[in-house]
T-cell receptor, first 110, second 114 residues
């Protein structure tokens, strides 16, 4: 299977805390992306990191990529109740296709 | 600018029936992707169309099929529905640029098979 795996499956934190979720994959990639999904809705793109990059920032988001370990992490700083959602990593293998991870369900408690 | 639109948003079918789901990509996007998301699970890649051609297919039986029209809209057809086909079917589009960039998703079609 080319599906990635995310860890943890579920995460519950207090508002203002940081949230970290991890993604592992098995194939060679040309980029890794993170998406957000509010309950039962479509996915929204958050950030893309290329295989030759190690870290990328976007607002309160920080993504790291370690291609030697085939893993990535997404850090959301100063979390808000509105950040409550499921977060998915997705990796591109160069065939103009994306394979998604299993997702992390984040709950931010006000 | 209109986003990716999918129809219908919800539908209920019974086992053995057939269903057609529709997707209109963002204007200017030529690639359309279909994913299946069963309840509480991740996204499973179904099909990728670009410039009217099927470019890649996920590990699904032949009763899952589709097509892309000259205006780049797409249909996903599922024949002989089974209970486990109940899921959210997501369509996404992207410009065709040879690289796996950002996908733009629709809100999905939620299929329930009874």
């Amino acid at each position: 299977s080319q599906q990635g795996e995310e860890d943890p499956q579920a995460l519950s934190i207090q508002e203002g805390e940081n949230a970290t979720m991890n993604c592992s994959y098995k194939t060679s990639i040309n980029n890794l992306q993170w998406y957000r999904q509010n309950s039962g809705r479509g996915l929204v793109h958050l950030i893309l990191i290329r295989s030759n990059e190690r870290e990328k920032h976007s607002g309160r988001l920080r993504v790291t990529l370690d291609t030697s370990k085939k893993s990535s992490s997404l850090l959301i700083t100063a979390s808000r109740a509105a950040d409550t959602a499921s977060y998915f990593c997705a990796f591109g293998t160069g065939a103009n296709n994306l394979f998604f991870g299993t997702g992390t369900r984040l709950t931010v408690i006000p | 600018e209109a986003g990716v639109t999918q129809s219908p948003t919800h539908l209920i079918k019974t086992r053995g029936q057939q269903v057609t789901l529709r997707c209109s990509p963002i204007s200017g996007h030529t690639s359309v992707y279909w994913y299946q998301q069963a309840l509480g699970l991740g996204l499973q890649f179904l099909l990728w169309y670009d410039e009217g051609e099927e470019r890649n297919r996920g590990n699904f039986p032949p009763r899952f099929s589709g097509r892309q029209f000259p205006n780049y809209s797409s249909e996903l057809n599922v024949n002989a529905l089974e209970l486990e086909d109940s899921a959210l079917y997501l369509c996404a589009s992207s410009p065709s640029n040879g690289n796996t960039g950002e996908l733009f998703f629709g809100e999905g079609s939620r299929l329930t098979v009874l």
